[in-house]
């Protein structure tokens, strides 16, 4: 068995039928021996009978949700290579020999690209033009700037693939995300990506609404992309975030004007909060990094060569120094203020002395507990391999 073909349905029987037509002629045309699978997700208005009078081979996945479907159907399947597509009539499953010859070539994931700078087609009214202008284009960018794919069309749904490629990068998305994931961590992971383009027809189907939400599937790879990039969710923030504060600080605690603006006790505050987030997100961004590490998700990263380079006990030492220093000094300001008797103070003197200590205790507590934490995450990571 060279090629299994995975045809994820939720009450498709409006189309399913066609599809499965598509698919065998496809299939036939591509010289390979293969199989046709339907990967059922629960239907309950005959696409099963559909499926079974047209030869498919029936899965029946127990969980909900387009990915577990995937997963069902890849897992039962005999085939090499895999190519999955949707049962919407959308696709048109007689190009399966484009997906073919790259397989054969070598290629680990063939993309199908629906889109014009891709070489691909769409036909009128088979995409909403938001998707077409913003929504597709903008993630396929994301994806080449932040994952470096290689292909023009990140949310295709036909596609073929190296069986192995699953199990090998752990695709664990249950949802539409599944798709996503995969091209994701195929670019992380270096396998070899290739595209081909196609046409994209409208929906076949007239009685049942489309499965896809605009906003909620949008929002869901936007948050799959920012889980699988901490340095665009983490690191750059904070970094920015520690910048301003660095600058905050060196306007403020000399009392600068510029122009008509003066930079008090207020700018200090806020540069305070800004360093301190900056220093958590900092955290988050190295914990992430060793996390991802830790699933598989990425070889080993930035993170676990900078705790390598710091060594644990100078970092505590200097974070002890500094967190004590912060509290002595807040100590000193609640001495000053007994020596007035607990009377009033002069914000303006007191706040700008205040400020900086209190920041600078919080410092050194983050930089402990924070250097602690990610060290844990390692010790947990290097205890699971001696296991």
């Known amino acids: ?86 049962a ?116 076949g189907r007239v009685q049942a609404r489309p499965h896809l939400r605009t906003v909620r599937d949008g929002w869901r790879t936007l948050r799959l992309f920012l889980a699988f990039s901490p340095k665009w969710l983490f690191l750059w923030p904070a970094v920015a975030l520690l910048a301003f504060g660095i600058v905050g600080y060196l306007v403020s605690l000399p009392g600068l004007s510029i122009g008509r603006a003066t930079f008090d006790a207020h700018t200090l505050l806020i540069a305070s909060l800004a360093w301190l987030l900056g220093l958590q997100m900092l955290t988050f961004a190295l914990a992430a990094q060793v996390g991802a590490t830790n699933q598989g998700l990425q070889q080993r990263g930035r993170a676990d060569w900078l705790l390598d380079w710091l060594p644990l006990e100078r970092v505590l030492i200097a974070a002890t120094l500094l967190a004590t220093a912060g509290f002595l000094w807040i100590g000193a300001l609640a001495l000053y203020w007994l020596s007035l008797d607990f009377g009033r103070l002069d914000y303006a003197i007191t706040m700008r002395q205040l400020i900086p200590a209190v920041t600078t205790a919080a410092t050194g507590a983050q930089l402990f507990f924070g250097v602690f934490f990610l060290d844990a995450m390692r010790n947990w990571r290097d205890f699971s391999d001696r296991e």
């Open 88 to 203: 919407d009539d959308s696709y048109d499953f007689r190009e399966i020999p484009k997906f073919v010859a790259p397989l054969q070539s070598g290629a680990d994931l063939v993309m199908g690209c629906r889109l014009p700078r891709g070489g691909g087609q769409i036909a009128p009214g088979a995409m909403p033009i938001t998707h077409r202008l913003i929504g597709n284009p903008g993630f396929s960018f994301l994806a080449r700037w932040w994952f470096h794919f290689s292909g023009h069309d990140v949310y295709c749904g036909l596609r073929a693939f190296k069986r192995e490629l699953i199990d090998d990068l752990e695709i664990r998305s249950p949802g539409m995300e599944f798709a996503v994931e995969m091209v994701l961590k195929a670019s992380v992971f270096g396998r070899r990506v290739m595209e081909v383009p196609i046409t994209l027809h409208r929906d």
């Open 1 to 86: 068995m060279q090629l299994s073909i995975v045809i994820p349905c939720l009450n498709e029987c409006e189309t399913l039928g066609t599809v499965l037509a598509k698919a065998r002629e496809g299939l036939m045309a591509s010289g390979v021996t293969g199989e046709i699978i339907v990967a059922d997700n629960g239907s309950t208005d005959g696409s099963i009978e559909i499926a079974q009078r047209a030869g498919a081979r029936i899965v029946h996945a127990k969980k909900r949700g387009y990915g577990n479907a995937l997963r069902a159907g890849i897992a039962a399947a005999d085939g090499i290579w895999v190519l999955m597509g949707d």
